[in-house]
């Protein structure tokens, strides 16, 4: 059974940084695309960022240059790096393949206060 298990959100002012974190089980993570996606309150869930398989990343614009996403395939974990953090950027953030798949976690919350 595959598990994506998200973990590493808090509350944090502004400017502030968290490091997110998403253990894979029942799956080898290194052969998928992978993705970090948050949803906030009354909108739609989006795609942060995402990694290849090589290795190869994007990020949406309104993360461009202040989040990194990353995977350590031997420990099956893919991570996002949150730094300059802003008030908006608060959701429940979660991981998933990229494209997303319909086997999505609990989330973690990052809650940014002004």
């Known amino acids: 059974q595959v598990q994506l298990v998200e973990s590493g959100g808090g509350l944090v002012q502004s400017g502030g940084s968290l490091r997110l974190s998403c253990a894979g089980s029942g799956i080898m993570l290194s052969i998928y695309a992978m993705g970090w996606y948050r949803q906030a309150p009354g909108k739609q869930r989006e795609l942060v960022a995402s990694i290849s398989r090589g290795g190869g990343t994007n990020y949406a614009d309104s993360v461009k240059g202040r989040f990194t996403i990353s995977r350590d395939n031997a420990m099956a974990t893919v991570y996002l790096q949150m730094n300059s953090l802003k008030p908006e950027d608060s959701a429940v953030y979660y991981c998933?393949?990229?494209?997303?798949?319909?086997?999505w976690g609990q989330g973690t919350q990052v809650r940014v206060s002004s």
């Open positions: 998933n393949f990229a494209p997303a798949r319909n086997n």
